[in-house]
């Protein structure tokens, strides 16, 4: 659950901007960053993720009810529903129109439509084994675009909201197991911070492993001064506060997923049947 990225994907209208922007802000900017087609890839992510959990877990004692329960807790429906009305949230006080026209120009386009290509592929473990390795070439090479990468993910404060968001998502994890005394003895909020926090440095390196070779694998294409631009774009006012809020609703979105995630696992951890 490391993978909390504010990734922008290509935008897919039905209707002109002019007519959607008017209908309701909120989604003309949601359809603009494309959130319905990132939060798919975050679904199949999620269904990955949620075998691996049997795997560890409750080795092939999940079967048909476990798939069928990850594949509910990993609604599409429910997951845009949550990320749409949580930015709506946080941003009911912002100018929504500075943030559309940014991904409305060619180059942010362009921009999102790397990301979202890139986030895809990583679901292909080969190739995120050699975006990590391409990464790895870049540094030791000190190929001047690492830095930029750098500044890309110290603008949009990358790394520490993706390691506070993976911490979140543990902490609910293991609060959805105790809920359901999944551990003998019962298992303490303290316990759970502890546990957590010990968490915390492997997650970071996790994070930082992949967001880096992700971000390396996505602007490739793009030219110093195209980087330079979104980088830029992310420092102005509108930029961080559109960063913030993407983030604060994915976070509360898979909150309330990790939560389910553990309540469900804790029936088998139990002994019990869904």
Do not use: C
């Amino acid at each position: 659950m490391t993978r909390l990225l504010t990734a922008f994907v290509l935008l897919v209208v039905t209707q002109t901007a002019a007519v959607a922007q008017a209908a309701a802000p909120i989604d003309a900017l949601y359809r603009a960053l494309g959130l319905p087609q990132i939060i798919e890839i975050m679904r199949e992510e999620g269904l990955v993720y949620g075998a691996s959990i049997e795997e560890e877990l409750f080795a092939s004692r999940g079967g048909a009810r476990w798939k069928a329960l990850v594949d509910d807790i990993y609604d599409a429906e429910r997951m845009n529903a949550t990320v749409r009305n949580r930015l709506d949230s946080e941003l009911a006080a912002a100018d929504l129109a500075p943030m559309i026209a940014f991904f409305e120009t060619e180059r942010g386009h362009r921009i999102v439509e790397l990301e979202v290509s890139a986030r895809r592929a990583l679901l292909d473990e080969s190739v995120e084994a050699a975006s990590r390795e391409a990464l790895a070439a870049m540094i030791d090479d000190n190929d001047p675009r690492v830095t930029m990468l750098f500044d890309f993910a110290d603008a949009g404060e990358l790394v520490e909201s993706n390691v506070v968001g993976a911490m979140n998502a543990s902490y609910a994890f293991y609060l959805g197991l105790s809920e359901a005394d999944a551990f003998a003895g019962g298992l303490s909020e303290d316990d759970i911070l502890a546990d957590v926090w010990g968490q915390e440095s492997d997650i970071r390196f996790e994070t930082e492993e992949w967001l880096y070779s992700y971000l390396a694998l996505a602007y490739r294409p793009l030219s110093d001064e195209e980087l330079q631009a979104y980088t830029d774009f992310f420092l102005t006012p509108e930029g961080a506060v559109l960063n913030r809020a993407i983030f604060n609703a994915f976070d509360e979105m898979f909150v309330a997923i990790s939560l389910a995630l553990g309540q469900g696992a804790s029936r088998y951890l139990g002994g019990q049947e869904l």
